[in-house]
């Protein structure tokens, strides 16, 4: 094989090379890997940031040192600090975010096909809780300050702030830098799938999915 020929084949099988590299089962078999954002995902990661120009920045995030972006019309703000805000926690399997809660704050019955989370409570009390895939068993808890709750992954879970009049705080940690989050009311009625379907795949009346595609912004 002439040289030019092996160096085609190894320019070749790069793209396979870095997604052996950044397959979140295997341990990075580097220090690290800053995600490269604008080289696009893959399904094993993003690809590397050039080694010569990462810097501390690149491991530091202050994105979490403020209430995040509300979500109506639940009177919560989350700040995120997943692989697409904070680069420098691809491909290592951790990921976190920020959760205020307004009185009255509920984070509805969600779930984080990626990753399995563990919530700390800042401030406030919480009413929280998840539902297993196997029997819709439920499993409920009151949390204080300080406590701490795992959710295991890819299952619906939601919390709600106890507090009449004060705020409440959450920081959850995933496992994975990419947990993603499906809300359940959005999936169902943020949507454009026709009433008459979610209708029939919800068994709620046509009446009720049109009112809940109204408040939540579906068409259809
Ligand atoms: C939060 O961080 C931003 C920079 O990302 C900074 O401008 C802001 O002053 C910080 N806010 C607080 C409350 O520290
Ligand atoms: C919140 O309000 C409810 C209903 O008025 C009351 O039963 C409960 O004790 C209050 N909780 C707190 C923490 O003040």
């Known amino acids: 094989m002439t040289m030019a020929n092996a160096m085609f084949l190894l320019l070749a099988a790069m793209p396979f090379l870095s997604l052996l590299l ?4 295997l341990a990075l078999n580097q220090d ?9 995902d893959t399904p094993a990661g993003y690809p590397c940031k050039p080694q010569a120009g990462v810097t ?28 697409t ?8 399997g951790i990921s976190a975010a920020r959760v205020d809660f307004a009185p009255g704050g509920v984070v509805p019955l969600h779930s ?23 029997t819709n068993q439920v499993y409920t808890k009151t949390l204080y300050k300080g406590d701490l709750m795992v959710f295991p992954q890819g299952l619906l879970h939601y919390q709600y702030n106890l507090g009449n009049d004060t705020a409440a705080v959450a920081l959850s940690s995933y496992s994975s830098a990419n947990p993603g989050l499906m809300i359940l009311d959005f999936a169902l ?28 912004g579906g068409s259809g």
Do not use: M, W
Not at 61 to 68: C, E, M, P, V
Not at 85 to 92: A, E, H, I, Q, S
């Open 22 to 25: 950044l397959s979140p089962s």
């Open 32 to 40: 690290f890997c800053i995600a490269d954002l604008p080289r696009g």
């Open 56 to 83: 501390a920045d690149d491991f530091y995030y202050r994105g979490l040192n403020t209430t995040g972006p509300t979500i109506n019309p639940f009177n919560i703000g989350i700040a995120s600090a997943f692989v």
């Open 85 to 92: 805000k904070f680069p420098g926690v691809n491909g290592l």
């Open 112 to 134: 984080h096909p990626g990753g399995t989370e563990l919530l700390f409570v800042v401030e406030g009390t919480l009413a929280s809780g998840f539902i297993s895939s196997a």
């Open 189 to 216: 009625f943020a949507n454009n799938l026709p009433t008459d379907v979610v209708s029939k795949v919800t068994v709620l009346d046509e009446l009720e999915v049109r009112k809940l595609k109204a408040l939540f």
